[in-house]
């Protein structure tokens, strides 16, 4: 007979005969199976039930010793590569609907004062409402969203890029008002279907290092979907339709790379009961050969929370652990609305020329768009190391400063002062403004939404949380030529800047911090349940009680 002997960390010898028996000298608790577990990846290729002393191991036994120190940077860093690269096919679909955003700003005169006098021609009241309809759009959108999130991750990112498409070609075909308001409805439907489902994407596609970085590259992508349309504008004034047509390039490559590339979400089918497709879509994510068996923390990424039986989902939204993080969520995507940020972007080439400045509006709207994208960027390097909450709270006092001082500027301006900045301090006070509200308050509410709510109720309230914000963003759009008209111009900018410093203080009282943690500790930390988790092989047949660390 022919017997294989593991020595384990005991010094004792087990040994795994040719009728597939194991003999273990020590059986107290079964530490030497849990020794032998430590240093033999996998003992075979199926287990024929739960290993114990005196177990059996149903087929050949075929040991593999565990990775070396470099074979696991290698995989940790081929898993790395492919998370970025698939985050980033994600957020193609937001750079068509992003443009959304920034379209009413560079078409608007177009249309008011359009160059051709036999072509579409838009009054005041109606530019407004061009604006407006995006934006009320944009909260349909969100609802949407997290109806077809639950059919998938890929197929929501597939749908968005679909409407986005067929909103561009409708305001490119348009020849009257009415053609305009559906198109740009459309578009607005796309926009907040875009910035839910890529975000939650990321976050459960991405291990907890890259996480906290890769859930801020959509507003990166809307940053860059902004200034793209923007340098469209600049390029092309007086040709709206050819800028929405260029617009709808976008989206067509989206789709393309949606099809053939993005993989579905492990998660979303881990909580669809399809545990053998999540694990082989989460090791190409981690980096792990097909033919290696996943190590644990994998195992435990893919290991659903226990539920009680015949929980609805309703139970699931008035658990503490949905509603902490949603209040705190509504309210910081009040202060991010009222604190006039879409606005500006709504309306930045009609601010730029109302505040002063001196330079091309078209041109100045593109510096507007170019420090929205180089704070994006660095958002995603600064959310990396320093978390959401201090990011979030420099970002409320920059805005609160620039605001105030370019309210300042205007009111000094308007009642006689006379400036000898040659209109450099309000471009400085935009351009910086925008810059400060983007290391923030633009992008860390959208990164949060993917993050702060648990699995069962993410669809609905990572939607629904996004929707109400939008709803927040049309009416201050709506109201924003009325607030003008009654306060001028100096006095809505003051009240933005309020609005920025309360957001400051309510960020420095309640957000709470999310960098480095997992998705499962940040739902342990809205629940204040200490959890003890069970862990289970691939295969679902061995069983260990562990306790979760906070490290």
Not at 6 to 17: E, M, S, Y
Not at 41 to 65: F, L, P, T, W, Y
Not at 241 to 257: E, T
Not at 316 to 322: G, I, Y
Request: hydrophobic content about 45%; proline content about 5%.
């Amino acid at each position: 007979m022919m017997n294989t002997s593991i020595n384990n960390a005991n010094g004792q010898t087990d040994v795994v005969n040719a009728n597939g028996q194991i003999n273990v000298n020590n059986t107290n608790e079964q530490k030497d199976i849990n020794n032998v577990n430590k240093h033999v990846n996998n003992v075979s290729e199926q287990v024929d039930g739960n290993i114990s002393a005196g177990g059996r191991i149903s087929e050949c036994v075929e040991i593999k010793m565990e990775p070396g120190v470099t074979e696991e940077k290698k995989w940790e860093r081929a898993g790395t590569t492919y998370q970025i690269l698939m985050a980033l096919c994600a957020n193609v679909v937001v750079l068509g609907p992003a443009m959304g955003f920034g379209y009413s700003a560079v078409a608007e005169p177009a249309m008011r004062w359009p160059e051709d006098k036999n072509d579409l021609v838009l009054d005041a009241n109606q530019a407004n409402w061009m604006a407006t309809v995006s934006a009320l759009g944009t909260p349909l959108g969100c609802l949407l969203s997290s109806v077809v999130m639950g059919r998938g991750r890929k197929i929501s990112l597939l749908v968005t890029s679909l409407i986005s498409l067929a909103g561009w070609l409708t305001i490119y075909m348009s020849n009257s008002y009415v053609q305009i308001l559906i198109g740009r409805s459309i578009s607005g439907i796309s926009t907040g279907m875009a910035s839910v489902p890529t975000t939650v994407y990321a976050a459960e596609i991405a291990g907890p290092k890259w996480r906290g970085t890769m859930v801020t590259w959509t507003s990166i992508s809307i940053a860059l979907g902004v200034l793209i349309v923007y340098i469209f504008g600049y390029i092309l004034p007086s040709d709206w339709r050819l800028v929405a047509l260029l617009c709808a390039l976008f989206p067509l490559c989206a789709i393309a790379l949606t099809a053939l590339i993005v993989p579905e979400s492990p998660l979303w089918l881990r909580d669809r009961n399809r545990p053998e497709e999540a694990l082989e879509i989460m090791k190409k994510f981690r980096g792990i050969p097909k033919d290696q068996p996943a190590p644990a923390e994998v195992l435990f990424e893919l290991k659903p929370r226990p539920q009680k039986k015949n929980q609805n989902i309703l139970k699931h939204l008035v658990k503490r652990s949905s509603l902490v993080p949603f209040g705190i969520m509504l309210s910081y995507f009040f202060f991010q609305q009222f604190s006039g940020i879409f606005v500006i972007i709504y309306n930045a080439v009609g601010i730029m020329e109302k505040s002063g400045v001196k330079v091309n509006p078209y041109l100045g709207a593109v510096l507007i768009g170019v420090a929205r994208f180089i704070a994006s960027l660095l958002t995603a390097g600064v959310s990396r190391k320093f978390g959401r909450r201090i990011p979030s709270m420099i970002s409320g006092v920059g805005m609160t400063i620039f605001m105030g001082g370019l309210s300042l500027y205007l009111y000094l301006a308007e009642n006689g002062t006379v400036m000898a900045d040659g209109g450099v301090v309000p471009v400085i006070c935009m351009a910086m403004y925008i810059f400060t509200s983007t290391l923030g308050y633009l992008v860390v509410p959208f990164a949060m939404v993917g993050e702060v709510f648990p699995s069962k109720v993410k669809d609905i309230l990572s939607g629904m949380t996004v929707a109400i914000g939008y709803l927040f963003s049309a009416a201050t759009v709506k109201t924003y030529p009325d607030m003008e008209s009654q306060m001028g111009m100096h006095g809505v900018f003051l009240f933005f800047a309020i609005v920025s410093l309360v957001g400051a203080i309510f960020i420095l009282m309640f957000l709470p911090e999310t960098k480095g943690k997992t998705l499962r500790e940040i739902e342990d930390m809205f629940s204040r349940k200490k959890k003890v988790f069970e862990l289970q092989s691939a295969e679902g047949m061995v069983g260990e009680r562990i306790a979760l660390s906070n490290s």
